[in-house]
T-cell receptor
Framework: EDKVVQSPLSLVVHEGDTVTLNCSYEVTNFRSLLWYKQEKKAPTFLFMLTSSGIEKKSGRLSSILDKKELFSILNITATQTGDSAVYLCAVTKTSYDKVIFGPGTSLSVIP | EAQVTQNPRYLITVTGKKLTVTCSQNMNHEYMSWYRQDPGLGLRQIYYSMNVEVTDKGDVPEGYKVSRKEKRNFPLILESPSPNQTSLYFC?????????????FGPGTRLTVT
């Protein structure tokens, strides 16, 4: 059965800290891994990763995929209170357009 | 403005009373999908549609129906809602195929079935 696991499930840090969020997966016919940020509303897209070892970067956020070990990490440096959200990892498959989401990591950044 | 809209945003209903949640997108996207989100479970895909008249089951299709008669609309139908369908529902769309997997999500519909 296809599965996406995220850790930790929740995390509290202070402003300025660096955090690493983890996503591991077990799916057949892997196509891509996606990261989303969800505040008190709909998820918004952050990154799509398809190749191992190539870092995607956007401001203080970066992500990398390891297709051999079947995981991805999302790094946030110099965290701000506005980074407080649930971060969702999802995997897509080649055979058809199903999307499998993980449970999410709830990040709270306190001043 | 490019967007996905859902209606209603909030709904409280009773067991067994048929309801429809509408979803519409104005981006000419071929792919549309419905998800439900429950605490601790993340987003789970209910149904998706690759194009008009083409729909497929996601991971949790039981108790739901969909139709895709027009490209822009993808309604979610609960023929006989039950309390275990109380959830937050999101509709999403994206361009079909290709490498882009950026889905645009609607604002969500919070459904309570008593």
């Amino acid at each position: 059965e296809d599965k996406v696991v995220q850790s930790p499930l929740s995390l509290v840090v202070h402003e300025g800290d660096t955090v690493t969020l983890n996503c591991s997966y077990e799916v057949t016919n892997f196509r891509s891994l996606l990261w989303y940020k969800q505040e008190k509303k709909a998820p918004t897209f952050l990154f799509m990763l398809t190749s191992s070892g190539i870092e995607k970067k956007s401001g203080r956020l970066s992500s990398i995929l390891d297709k051999k070990e079947l995981f991805s990490i999302l790094n946030i440096t110099a965290t701000q209170t506005g980074d407080s959200a649930v971060y969702l990892c999802a995997v897509t498959k080649t055979s058809y357009d199903k999307v499998i989401f993980g449970p999410g990591t709830s990040l709270s950044v306190i001043p | 403005e490019a967007q996905v809209t859902q209606n209603p945003r909030y709904l409280i209903t009773v067991t067994g009373k048929k309801l429809t949640v509408t979803c519409s997108q104005n981006m000419n996207h071929e792919y549309m999908s419905w998800y439900r989100q429950d605490p601790g479970l993340g987003l789970r895909q209910i149904y998706y549609s690759m194009n008009v008249e083409v729909t497929d089951k996601g991971d949790v299709p039981e108790g739901y129906k969909v139709s895709r008669k027009e490209k822009r609309n993808f309604p979610l139908i609960l023929e006989s809602p039950s309390p275990n369908q109380t959830s937050l529902y999101f509709c999403a769309s994206k361009e079909s195929g290709g490498i882009s997997y950026e889905q645009y999500f609607g604002p969500g519909t919070r459904l309570t079935v008593t």
